[in-house]
């Protein structure tokens, strides 16, 4: 069994920052990239940044400059900073992780529960 759990999200005013963590636990070989989406009432879930294993990253052009994502291997663990808030960034953010659950295994994509992030005016 395999769980990624977020952490981090709440109520910010806008130009104010967050740092979300997202920590993969269970049974673990391997995780391969990781990344942040977000969906907003009504829209669909959008990617916002990812990270391979090597620390390669890819952002969306409307987080660019403002978010950064990061990884620390050792605690299977992903962080997004979120810098320069603005109220269109209100969206519940989840986690996304590709994992090999042992070294002979095939690749498993899994979605963290979700958390809520709101900024205000």
């Known amino acids: 069994q395999v769980q990624l759990v977020e952490s981090g999200g709440g109520l910010v005013q806008a130009g104010g920052s967050l740092r979300l963590s997202c920590t993969g636990s269970?049974?673990?070989?391997?995780?391969?990239?990781m990344g942040w989406y977000r969906q907003a009432p009504g829209k669909q879930r959008e990617l916002v940044a990812t990270?391979?294993?090597?620390?390669?990253?890819n952002y969306a052009d409307s987080v660019k400059g403002r978010f950064t994502i990061s990884r620390d291997n050792a605690k299977n663990t992903a962080y997004l900073q979120m810098n320069s808030l603005k109220p269109e960034d209100t969206a519940v953010y989840y986690c996304?992780?590709?994992?090999?659950?042992?070294?002979?295994?095939?690749?498993?994509?899994?979605w963290g529960q979700g958390t809520q992030v709101t900024v205000s005016i």
């Open positions: 996304n992780a590709n994992i090999k659950r042992t070294r002979s295994s095939v690749i498993y994509n899994y």
């Open positions: 269970g049974s673990i070989f391997r995780i391969n990239s």
């Open positions: 990270t391979t294993s090597n620390g390669d990253t």
